[in-house]
């Protein structure tokens, strides 16, 4: 039979035991090695996370008067940074009179100079909405912030013309017609007064 502190050193014995165990690393007094169990956890299977479809800001037709914009800015860009070899004409595919014709005037003005353009203009759309519908067909209007902070106008050695800027940053409203033909074109591009 045990006497109590011979039951006491075991139930101690054992909570240490239980305890290491748990803990991993204890030996027992001895220095015997003891081997502890390796439970490995397997986790719960998770449904893939559902990422919810973003609404539209614009409607197709809306963003395709954007797309438009975009399309406008960067082929000007391009003839106006290569004014002697682009065709010119090109920028009808995305425009229409009255801004097809006021780059042409833009162009051939620079052109007489020996002037071109550097660097790339920039433009921030902040809204895109239905303006009228006539014979012609649907309009938008696109307003966002049109900045010409990076570019130059350089004459043909490379050096920076003395025109005048009318400001880095602006904000601008673009008149786009969805044509009959299912075509979109800017039509206008209006500088408005104040900063973006």
């Excluded at 991993?24 to 439970?39: N, Q, R």
């Excluded at 449904?47 to 037709?61: D, F, I, K, N, Q």
């Excluded at 049109?146 to 601008?172: C, F, K, M, W």
Aim: aromatic share 10%.
């Amino acid at each position: 039979m045990k006497t109590q502190a011979q039951r006491l050193t075991t139930a101690v014995g054992c909570a240490l035991a239980v305890l290491c165990g748990l803990l991993g690393g204890c030996t027992p007094a001895d220095d015997t090695p003891t081997s502890t169990p390796v439970i490995e956890s397997t986790p719960a299977p998770t449904a893939p996370a559902v990422e919810p479809t973003p609404t539209p800001l614009w409607s197709p037709e809306e963003q395709a008067a954007i797309d438009i914009v975009f399309a406008y800015i960067e082929l000007g860009d391009h003839i106006s940074q290569n004014l002697s070899t682009a065709d010119w004409g090109e920028i009808r595919t995305v425009s229409s009179d009255p801004a097809a014709n006021h780059l042409m005037q833009l162009w051939f003005s620079w052109n007489e100079r020996g002037w071109h353009q550097t660097g790339e203009t920039e433009f921030t759309a902040y809204s895109s909405h239905s303006a009228k519908t006539d014979e012609r067909g649907d309009y938008y209007y696109v307003r966002g912030c049109y900045s010409i902070a990076n570019v130059v106008l350089v004459d043909s050695t490379g050096t920076q013309t003395d025109a005048e800027r009318a400001g880095d940053a602006y904000p601008s409203v673009f008149t786009v017609l969805h044509a009959a033909n299912g075509q979109f074109y800017v039509i206008e591009d209006v500088r408005e007064e104040g900063p973006c």
